[in-house]
């Protein structure tokens, strides 16, 4: 018969249960440390959109909203535009960068797609098969490059706008021109009585492409951004002509004297908005500065005047004798992607997805343009009906609005920057700039 004997030892459970609740705590410790360290989600910008904290450790405007809208932990470092782009090549090239960086559509987020995750699938997961209806398509369409979404887009924008000063033109019982030979009459008209007529930053590139595009969107729609395409030559008899009335600006009237040595941020922005000129070519950006009591009130104190006046605004006028002033093109004005190389692609996602979604009503309030269909402007702080007005005619202008503001090539976009300068000061003549420009074009990897 087998015996089998158990030798038990006594335990000291004091002991015991002291080294328990040890492991216990360093157990739940361990587990909190992991949690706020999934949770802290990083994102550098440009333009953060109010995302940020302030000096004094308070979160600013928007960042109240996200807070308020259950965002996970958010860290957002904001750079001047030139140092952004220089931190942007260094940390996207070698993979440090941030969870979340903020793009331009065209050139910048082509140039750095490839190092983005693609976004669909998180898109498929939130909001269903349909995601795509919940967003503009312009937007959409931008924000994807070889059939990856890399970004999505927080908030609109609208160019190809003419921004009229109704005040002005009441004090002279002058119309908004209509087109082309009414723009150049009026604007001399002004100019006769001592008053600058349209106002013009030529001095930047940015704000001349915006109006290059305008005008030959208005001339031929889409034959501009079939020529980046390769689709369609740059000396494209409508793209010549686009050309021709741009440099004819600067001799006609149209244009202020010393255009070209203007900004259009301050220069321009300020003479306008403080009612030193009539006109100028602007974005929906501009909204917040004119048409909201706070905005005004900062573009008082800031450009030190007091009147109030009546700003409106309207496409660029008809040149191609259609009888229809010029629509607007769009494009995201700021959009977020994801870094492919990013640990923390979940949080990351949920942090996006409060940004890009559930603050929409909160940059409505600034009036942006919503990246989201059925988000409409929130008029509460307009200045006055005739504000109000004004961005309703903008609401339906954007609807209707076509093509895009952003170039994807940068090459073209150097090359027809080159070129508005030439002839605006009269080195080239129209056709020389576009036989540039299409050699830029032709040298362009597609």
Same mark, same amino acid.
């Not at 994801?338 to 009036?367: F, G, P, R």
């Given at each position: ?8 030892? &006594? ?46 450790? @308070? ?6 909203? &996200? @807070? ?23 940390? =996207? ?5 941030? $969870? ?24 498929? %997961? ?7 209806? %919940? ?39 002058? !119309? ?73 600006? +600067?001799? @006609?009237?149209? =244009? ?29 950006? @501009? ?18 005047? !007091? ?23 769009? #494009? ?39 990246? *989201?269909?059925?988000?409409? +402007? ?18 339906? =202008? ?8 952003? +170039? ?7 090359? *027809?920057? $080159? ?9 080239? #003549? ?17």
């Amino acid at each position: 018969m087998l015996i089998y004997c158990q030798t038990i030892s &006594y335990i000291n459970w004091e002991d015991y249960m002291r080294h328990l609740f040890k492991t216990i705590l360093v157990f739940f410790t361990l587990i909190a440390f992991t949690n706020t360290t999934k949770a802290e989600v990083t994102y550098s910008c440009w333009n953060c959109m109010m995302l940020g904290i302030d000096g004094e450790g @308070n979160p600013e405007g928007a960042r109240v909203d &996200y @807070n308020n809208n259950g965002g996970v932990n958010l860290s957002v470092t904001q750079y001047p535009y030139g140092d952004y782009l220089q931190a942007l090549q260094l940390n =996207m090239i070698s993979g440090t960068s941030d $969870d979340l960086m903020a793009f331009q559509v065209g050139s910048m987020i082509s140039e750095y797609a490839e190092y983005l995750e693609d976004l669909t699938p998180y898109c498929e %997961k939130e909001w269903g098969a349909n995601w795509k209806d %919940k967003f503009l398509a312009v937007g959409i369409d931008q924000t994807t490059v070889d059939g990856r979404l890399v970004a999505l887009p927080q908030v609109m924008s609208a160019a190809g706008a003419l921004w009229y000063n109704q005040t002005i033109f009441d004090k002279y019982n002058l !119309s908004v021109p209509t087109n082309w030979e009414e723009w150049i009459s009026v604007s001399n008209t002004l100019r006769e009585n001592g008053e600058i007529g349209f106002m013009h930053g030529a001095k930047d590139s940015w704000v001349n492409y915006d109006l290059f595009i305008g005008i030959a969107n208005e001339l031929d729609p889409g034959v501009i951004y079939e020529a980046e395409a390769g689709e369609a030559a740059w000396t494209h008899d409508s793209l010549v002509k686009a050309m021709t009335l741009w440099g004819e600006m +600067f001799t @006609n009237g149209i =244009m202020q004297d010393g255009a070209l040595g203007n900004s259009q941020y301050p220069d321009t922005h300020q003479a306008f908005t403080s009612g030193k000129a009539a006109m100028m070519t602007m974005g929906t950006w @501009n909204n917040f500065s004119t048409f909201t009591n706070e905005g005004l009130k900062g573009s008082k104190d800031s450009y030190g005047f !007091s009147e109030d006046f009546k700003y409106g605004i309207t496409g660029l006028p008809d040149m191609n004798g259609d009888g229809k002033h010029g629509r607007l093109f769009a #494009s995201p004005d700021v959009s977020i992607g994801m870094s492919a190389s990013s640990n923390n692609k979940d949080e990351a996602w949920k942090a996006l997805k409060v940004i890009i979604e559930d603050l929409q009503s909160t940059y409505a309030k600034d009036l942006w343009v919503p990246a *989201l269909n059925g988000v409409p +402007f929130d008029m509460s702080d307009a200045t006055s009906d005739f504000a109000k007005a004004a961005l309703e005619y903008e609401l339906g =202008m954007v609807e209707n609005a076509y093509g895009k503001r952003e +170039f994807i090539y940068a090459e073209i976009k150097t090359a *027809l920057g $080159d070129a508005l300068q030439s002839v605006a000061v009269g080195d080239m #003549s129209p056709l020389q700039a576009m036989e540039m420009v299409e050699e830029a074009s032709q040298s362009v990897k597609r």
